[in-house]
């Protein structure tokens, strides 16, 4: 969506919440009048180690506050929508496989749930997580500076592991472990492999509630552009696919737009209607 909007790759996305910050909100603006009733802050980036890549590093809390902010001035605009504030992975490998070190980490994450917090958000989103280390490091980080609800998804492979090996049986009981307020799966290859995990996730006797958010499809390559290839009526029968599945909290990631969550809401109302 940023891109469409001006974006040029190899950016930072989180550089616009600070230089185009009505590009943001008119982004926003639009998940919402699609039908999202939670949506979450342009900052999935914004921590000290991606942000360095970007000469941004000395201002990890002016862009993830600038993100909150912009969020927070759409959502007012609307009865009952939640602003989460997205955190994502750091982009290194923690100690023993990487350089990384969980004091470290942690001092990183609070830095961006600091910004968060103050900028207004409802509740901090850890999200696309692929090593248990990070997201114990990031659920500390976050909990050392706010008391807002903590919710956490990994991203599995095709295995139905994440990159690091993790089951999403070892993530439920790593949420039950850290109380977390919500636990599923986001990002992945696509809506079918992320069906798979989430029915696993309810399977293990989860206690709070799933979240599943795939990506719309596949990626491909057409005429030097990446293309999604999953349509909004492939999600809208993926949406009602996880919810049966007992996920509660239901969007999409990567290739999504507003038009996906529009065709995925009205299925789920649909689809409720019909269970009634």
Same mark, same amino acid.
């Given at each position: 969506?940023?891109? #469409?909007?001006?974006?040029? /790759?190899?950016?930072?996305?989180?550089?616009?919440? %600070?230089?185009?910050?009505?590009?943001?909100?008119?982004?926003?603006?639009?998940?919402?009048?699609?039908? #999202?009733?939670?949506? %979450?802050?342009? !900052?999935?980036?914004?921590?000290?180690?991606?942000?360095?890549?970007?000469?941004?590093?000395?201002?990890?809390?002016?862009?993830?506050?600038?993100?909150?902010?912009?969020?927070?001035?759409?959502?007012?605009?609307?009865?009952?929508?939640?602003?989460?504030? $997205?955190?994502?992975?750091?982009?290194?490998?923690?100690?023993?496989?990487?350089?990384?070190?969980?004091?470290?980490?942690?001092? /990183?994450?609070?830095?961006?749930?600091?910004?968060?917090?103050?900028?207004?958000?409802?509740?901090?989103?850890?999200?696309?997580? /692929?090593?248990?280390?990070?997201?114990?490091?990031?659920?500390?980080?976050?909990? !050392?500076?706010?008391?807002?609800?903590?919710?956490?998804?990994?991203?599995?492979? $095709?295995?139905?592991?994440?990159?690091?090996?993790?089951?999403?049986?070892?993530?439920?009981?790593?949420?039950?472990?850290?109380?977390?307020?919500?636990?599923?799966?986001?990002?992945?290859?696509?809506?079918?492999?992320?069906?798979?995990?989430?029915?696993?996730?309810?399977?293990?006797?989860?206690?709070?509630?799933?979240?599943?958010?795939?990506?719309?499809?596949?990626?491909?390559?057409?005429?030097?552009?990446?293309?999604?290839?999953? #349509?909004?009526?492939?999600?809208?029968?993926?949406?009602?696919?996880?919810?049966? !599945?007992?996920?509660?909290?239901?969007?999409?990631?990567?290739?999504? $737009?507003?038009?996906?969550?529009?065709?995925?809401?009205?299925?789920?109302?649909?689809?409720?209607? %019909?269970?009634?």
């Amino acid at each position: 969506m940023l891109m #469409s909007k001006g974006l040029e /790759a190899g950016q930072a996305p989180e550089r616009m919440n %600070l230089e185009r910050p009505e590009i943001v909100k008119e982004i926003h603006k639009a998940y919402i009048e699609a039908g #999202s009733m939670l949506i %979450l802050t342009n !900052s999935f980036g914004a921590n000290r180690y991606r942000l360095q890549r970007h000469g941004l590093e000395d201002r990890v809390r002016d862009v993830n506050q600038a993100a909150a902010r912009l969020a927070r001035e759409v959502a007012d605009e609307y009865p009952e929508v939640v602003v989460a504030g $997205s955190i994502g992975p750091t982009g290194e490998l923690m100690v023993p496989f990487g350089k990384l070190m969980f004091e470290d980490a942690v001092r /990183a994450f609070a830095e961006q749930a600091a910004g968060l917090a103050s900028g207004g958000v409802d509740v901090i989103w850890i999200e696309t997580m /692929a090593d248990l280390q990070e997201v114990r490091a990031a659920v500390e980080g976050a909990r !050392s500076v706010t008391r807002l609800p903590v919710v956490v998804t990994m991203t599995f492979e $095709s295995r139905g592991r994440t990159m690091m090996g993790v089951t999403p049986e070892q993530l439920v009981q790593l949420a039950h472990e850290l109380e977390l307020s919500a636990v599923g799966a986001n990002c992945g290859k696509g809506p079918q492999e992320l069906e798979r995990v989430i029915e696993r996730i309810s399977q293990a006797g989860c206690r709070v509630p799933i979240i599943a958010k795939a990506n719309a499809g596949i990626p491909k390559l057409v005429e030097g552009k990446v293309i999604y290839d999953g #349509s909004p009526q492939i999600m809208a029968e993926h949406a009602q696919a996880v919810r049966r !599945s007992g996920a509660k909290l239901i969007g999409a990631c990567c290739g999504s $737009s507003p038009e996906h969550i529009r065709e995925m809401r009205q299925a789920l109302f649909f689809d409720l209607d %019909l269970l009634q």
